[in-house]
């Protein structure tokens, strides 16, 4: 716009009014500023607010700066300019007029009254107060979000749930990055139990809050979904009362523009929704589907699953959280991304976070590289926070960084921090004896009152399946107000008028979980057999549905009965945890809380539910003979057994469950098997007399996991671990225990993260096993020198016959080692070196070796750079060779030139069956000329 022009805004005014009539709206926002800028007085004011509709009152607004002239009506544009949030329909016609403020404007301040800003602007103060610490109840406990927070392994997932690899920044949550589904509107984060999600989302809020997340949504609604179970089944609201009744109130909003704003743009508003996992099923009785309309009154879960599947407020954002195995359907999902906790990175930067003292983090340090064990357990935030906790516990009490010394389990770290708590509640020790010697069964015998009423309270939630406690209810477990500080229970984010929090529910669900097993051990009333009455629920075998999209699914259930969640992961937890507090470890303390004679029935009774229904569990498992092998593919539930049994520490029913498994391969793939449990399953294949092949791809064991099942490795013939994030050290332990006991047959590492200096470790593997006859490494780290060591130690293996290599970056310096292993190999039929940078030069090597080889009969060279040069020396191959049935050459950059040197070659070839060669250089008129010979695919 040229300023130059006398009377140009004046002009613009004229000619776009039918615009601006039509499009602006928040008119007080306007008068506001005109008004401090001293451009219209109070009495003008007071002229445009008596015209009843917008559209008069801008006009009016119109009038009135076109009579103050130029500089008012500039200072009015600018005032769309500056605020542009509340001005968003405008700004494509600030940009059609060029405005450009001139500098007597530009200096002039505009301060946004307009209620979309200063909504948004609440909601970000709010949220910066609610997410600035990490709660738990005692104000001195509590720990800044910003001091403790540190990333975690976050794996992106596709629809056919393969991996996509791992997102670099919480930044890459909300954008395009690895959306497999831009239809969908929903981020979808699902992880175990105290993995993080619910810190990852309250680090989102915390960002957004400080306007440091990347995203341009002016509004952020979070909710626990827990809490749309909690209304009554007939009740019926609105989606303006959850938005703004639930979460935030925007206030000096009469004409209701906030909400307008939000359904005319909801692609500005962005919503968090927690621990999906925790929604009850009372949905069957609501026969109305979905709400449509934003006006419209329906039950809270319904309007929930609408804005889900993006009926209501189509466009907006939705981050949804869920422990894993609560399946959604993929038409509303966005992009999938599984947290896997922290790896050992993560984890040296969480023990920098929570020592500040460089001699107790090395103490730390020490304890837990002792403890490959402790270290996959602290891969699990949750608990990593809780053995830092108790190590911190320790060192104020006894001045030690020595955690007991005993097998460390689940349940002793609950244990350790039951402990910590308790000693909260009791009086404390005279000074002297500060670093006193107070023991463990002092603290629990001393706090056994509270401890009994907490951990009846977590009983009572388990069974309601309610998990918010109102103060009723806690005092009626006889917790008083002075309890409360222990730390068991932290406020939810609800506060009375007073400002003292009204409900409370435990730090976290698996907390409640440990303390209701507690419950069940100490109770003294109900019959010793109640002790098993989660294991019945969950052996009741139940398909999961895939909630909220099933709603119309009828169940069986009776009005107003309160259904399990969508998981019962809470149950077997207390199942597990059960277990831990019943096992011989335990007993002195445990004889310590309850009477001997009912201890030892619990305990009898225990053992003998768990052997009779290990027994049955194993028997029943689905077992296949494949290839005179015996195979059983076990459940995620096999795993949880496993976990029950290592707690119990009991050898016989370890034994029982070993010995129970008739096949001799097992496969726990896609169990989520995470490190820690690497000593569980240890614990049991310990006892196995027979060998068994072990198949665990896809799963999160790690580093630590490998190191957990060393004792185990002297059993087994198949070890697979692809896709584990294994690092060379995990590769260290396979070569020490393979090459020990040289029973191997088939090794498995494809997609970890190897490097040469593994590959060399996998080379001697392969040069001192010599049953070995499978080496899957693909997609791994290896380049030219561990190529070339591992071709060196296949050319010495005779009983080697398969080996993948995919992915790698060997080169044509690889590709030449792998000829000359090739060249006289007796017994090497399935090779692939596919996408490993191989170009014609190292394509050549290969083609001349394989001349004098006999053996090779499918080979994969898929995604190099082979050009016609490596085609004479492929014909030459193809006429001589006699053994070779399949050869893939897709994805390289052969012509038509280079096709034809294969073709006729092949004419002259009857052992091949085909060769593939689709995804070269080729048009499609040039591939018809190729359809006589039918053995070259370009399909
Ligand atoms: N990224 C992190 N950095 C630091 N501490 C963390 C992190 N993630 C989790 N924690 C710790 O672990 C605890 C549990 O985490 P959180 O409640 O987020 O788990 P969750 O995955 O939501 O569990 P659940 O599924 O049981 O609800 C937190 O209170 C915190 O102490």
Redesign the pocket.
Known sequence: MDHTEEAQCVKVLTYHRELLVSRLRSVQCILDNLLAGEFLCEEDVEIVQRNATKPDQVRKILELVQCKGEQACEYFIFIIYKVSDAYIDLQPWLKEIGFCPSSDIAVKEVVNTDPISRYSEKMRREMSRDTHF??SYGQQQETRLED?????LMELFNESNESLGFMESLDQLLGDHKVFNPQGEIVYVV??????????L??VQNLWSKKELETDTIFFFRFRCRMFSIFKETEQISLRDILFKYNCHPDHDPDDEVFDYILRFPEKVLFTF??Y?EIQEDLDLMNVLEVVSPEAKAHPLQLLVSLLCGKLLKGSQKVL?A?LGVEIRNNVIRKKVV?RGFSPAHLKT?INLHFKEKEHRELVSVQLDASPHLCGLCST??F??IVFKSFKHLHTMHDSFNLPDTRITLTNIFLLLSEVFLSHSISPAPPLLKKSTRCTLETFREGLKTLVAFAKLALQGMDRVSFIYNQDEISACGLSEEDLPVGFLKPVNEYNASGSPTNFEF????LQSFLAAFALVLDEQDAAHSILKFFTVCSRKRELPCIPFNFCISTNSKPGEKKPLATNEHLQFTNLFLCGLLSKANISLMECLVSPVLLKKKRALLKSYLSTSVKSYVKGLPYHNVDESRKVHVLPNFLWMVRCIFETGSKEIAQIAAKGITANFIKLGYCNVYSGDCTALNFVLQHRQKLLGVDMDNNIIGDYGIKQLRPSFCKMTVVRFCVNQLSDSSIEVLAEELCKHKIVEVLGLYSNHITDVGAKLVARIIEECPKLRVVKIGKNKITSVGGRNLASAIQKSSSIFDVGMWGNTIGDEGAEAFAEALRYHPSLTNLSLSANGITSHGGKFLMEALKENSVLRIFWLVQNELTDDVAPHLAELVKVNTTLTNLWLINNQLTLQGINHIAEALTENTALKEICVKGNQLSEEEEQQFVAERRLRFH
Not at 148 to 152: A, F, Q
Not at 192 to 199: E, L, R, Y
């Open positions: 990490i709660m403790l927070y540190t990333d975690t992880g175990d139990a105290g993995v993080g999600k619910s810190i990852l309250q680090k927690d621990g996992d959280t422990r947290l969480y935030p949750l990593c926070w730090l976290h669900i698996t």
